[in-house]
C-alpha cells in the first residue's frame, strides 16, 4: 500500500512539475517576445504557444494543488453538517467531481486522438500540431480525477482527506504565526 501512495504521489508531483514547466514556458515566450520587438522581431506562433502552454499550466498540477489544499473549498453548506450527513455529502462531492473529471479527461484524450488521426493543427501564422496540448490537458484532468478518486477512496474507509489535512494543518500553520 506505501508504494502505491508513493507512487500516486509521485505521479502528482509530476503534474505540477508539468503545470510550472508551462507556466515557466509562458513567461519564457513573452520574454521573447518583448526582447525581439526591440530588435524589430517578430515571434512567429507566440500568441498559440501561449495560449497551449496556459491550457497546461492550468490543468496539469490540478492534482498537485487539490492534494495539498490549495484549492478553494466553499464549505457553506456541508461546512454546518455533522455525523454521517456530512460523511455522506463529502463522498457524493467526490464522486461526483472525480466522475465529471473522468469525462473531461475522456472527452478531452477523444479531442486529441481525432487530431492525431486527422493531422489537426492550429490556425495560426504557424501550423502546431493540437494533439500535444490536448493530450496534456486530457493528462491533467485526468489526474485529478484520480486524485479525487483518491480521497473518495480514504474518505470512504475511515481516513482524512488530503484537503482535510491540508486544512487542518493551514490552521495550525496560522495559530503559530499568531502567537
Given at each position: 500500500m506505501a508504494a502505491l501512495r508513493r507512487g500516486l504521489d509521485l505521479?502528482?508531483?509530476l503534474g505540477g512539475i508539468a503545470g510550472g514547466i508551462a507556466l515557466a514556458a509562458i513567461a519564457g515566450i513573452i520574454a521573447a517576445q518583448v526582447v525581439g520587438r526591440q530588435f524589430g522581431l517578430q515571434l512567429a506562433g507566440a500568441d498559440d504557444l501561449t495560449a497551449f502552454a496556459v491550457a497546461g499550466s492550468a490543468l496539469?498540477?490540478?492534482?498537485?494543488a487539490f492534494r495539498h489544499g490549495a484549492h478553494i473549498r466553499v464549505d457553506l453548506i456541508i461546512g454546518h453538517v455533522r455525523g454521517r450527513a456530512r460523511f455522506a455529502m463529502e463522498a457524493l462531492a467526490l464522486a461526483l467531481t472525480a466522475g465529471l473529471c473522468a469525462f473531461?479527461?475522456?472527452?478531452?484524450?477523444?479531442?486529441?486522438?481525432?487530431?492525431?488521426?486527422f493531422?489537426?493543427?492550429?490556425?495560426?501564422?504557424v501550423p502546431w500540431t493540437l494533439w500535444y496540448p490536448q493530450a496534456a490537458c486530457a493528462l491533467g484532468c485526468a489526474l485529478f480525477a484520480v486524485a479525487l478518486l483518491d480521497d473518495l477512496a480514504v474518505h470512504l474507509s475511515g481516513g482524512t482527506p488530503s484537503y482535510r489535512r491540508a486544512a487542518e494543518a493551514?490552521?495550525?500553520?496560522?495559530?503559530a504565526e499568531e502567537i
Open positions: 505521479l502528482y508531483l496539469l498540477p490540478l492534482a498537485y473531461l479527461a475522456f472527452a478531452m484524450a477523444d479531442l486529441a486522438y481525432d487530431s492525431w488521426q493531422e489537426d493543427v492550429a490556425q495560426g501564422t493551514s490552521a495550525v500553520a496560522r495559530a
